[in-house]
């Protein structure tokens, strides 16, 4: 399975962006598929995940401004983001993801992701 994630680019604060991932297998099959956020000099982290049965998760910092979405259809996933801040800035992966005992586990090799940079 490959993913690729396209979508970011530079946008000022307040502004929004909405970001695609299209996944070469049938994610449907997959547990749960999420959108992961690594900041310069930060390791990556999770921001929003959603499990094949539509239930949602979100990084507290992005709650009520981040909404992850996908399309089972088109095998894609998507995260509009609004409200964008600076720190929202670093590179954007997806993945599909294992959920094993409350923990989501990514399962494939990391694309390149997409660069967001907000700027103030």
């Known amino acids: 399975v490959q993913l690729q994630a396209f979508g970011g680019g530079l946008v000022q604060s307040g502004g929004s962006l909405r970001l695609s991932c299209e996944v070469s297998?049938?994610?449907?099959?997959?547990?749960?598929v999420a959108w992961y956020r690594q900041a310069p000099g930060q390791e990556r982290e999770l921001v929003a995940g959603i499990t094949k049965d539509g239930d949602t998760k979100y990084d507290d910092s992005v709650k009520g401004r981040f909404t992850i979405s996908r399309d089972n259809a088109k095998n894609t996933m998507y995260l509009q983001m609004n409200t964008l801040k600076p720190e929202d800035t670093g590179v954007y992966y997806c993945n599909v993801n294992l959920i094993q005992w409350a923990t989501w586990v990514p399962l494939m090799s990391w694309g390149q992701g997409t660069q967001v940079t907000v700027s103030s």
């Open positions: 297998g049938v994610i449907s099959t997959f547990d749960a």
